[in-house]
């Protein structure tokens, strides 16, 4: 039966590049890492955030990625968030995904970059002052390589159809649940069914990534909040996922994605980019 569910998991799954941490090589400041000081050329500011500067959390460099549909193939992508608060940035009410972060895109790095005093870090804030708070397990620049595959997408993001249903309750049986069990139809029994035990664990992206799925703790806001597109909208796909494989600290079960139109980001339009977090 695995094999016959093969091509059926692969039908609903979603394009999607695993990120993955490289301690065995120096990160370079245009290449992707996590941590540390990003690009920034000559006349760049850092932003700031409720008076203290932001904190940076990743830098992708295209180039380095491989074929992902929609995405830029070359030029940086920078992520930061506001670092005065234990909500990481994160804002509720009518700012919700819209304050609290900054994207930044440099599809050219030929400019020399700044470095020392002028490209501030609120570590040393974060850890020793103020009781401020960072996903990040480190300051050190951490490199990253990628693999790019596919991701089983949540319940949410695909129409459970006849083939689809029997899809779920034939991976459930796979699992040694009841075959009419109502709860394997439910999110999170769609999830258990993909965990540390599951036989397509392997063939599937999961944890921090481009592109694919989101995993979300609690509600997914795609069409849930006026600040967020409806599932199916271009501007509504996943952008980087920053699962606790890489920042371990965004919470009990905590996650973070970017959501927006990659093909707008690889036009310099970063205006359909949105920030979620979210943990228990």
Known sequence: MIDELRPLLERISIPS?????????????????VGSHPY??????????????M?????????????????????????FIGANDHMLGFTTG???????????????TSAAPIEGPQAPTPWH??????????????????RLNFQV?????QLAEFTLDGDLEQLVMDL???????????????GNGWIDLLGRESPFRDDFVQGSSLGGSAYVTHEDPRGNSPNFPPIGDPAGQVLITLDQDIAPDWG??????????????ARGDLSSVRYYWDCT
């Open 172 to 186: 459930a049986r796979l699992g040694g649940a009841p075959s009419d069990d109502p709860g394997v139809l439910a």
């Open 125 to 142: 804030r974060l850890r020793d002052e103020d009781n401020l708070l960072t996903p990040l397990s480190t300051s050190d620049a951490r």
């Open 17 to 33: 590049a695993a990120i993955r941490v490289d301690d065995d090589h120096p990160a370079a400041i245009t290449g992707s890492f």
């Open 55 to 79: 904190l940076f959390l990743i830098q992708i460099n295209f180039a380095e990625v491989g074929p992902l549909p929609g995405f830029p193939t070359s030029g940086l992508l920078q992520w």
């Open 252 to 265: 009990v079960q905590g996650i973070a994605h970017l959501f927006g139109d990659p093909a707008a980001v």
């Open 94 to 108: 009518a700012s919700k995904g819209l304050e609290g972060f900054d994207v930044r895109r440099y599809p050219d």
């Open 149 to 153: 595959g596919r991701a089983l997408p």
């Open 40 to 53: 920034l050329p000559e006349g760049a500011s850092w932003r700031q955030y409720h008076d203290l500067p």
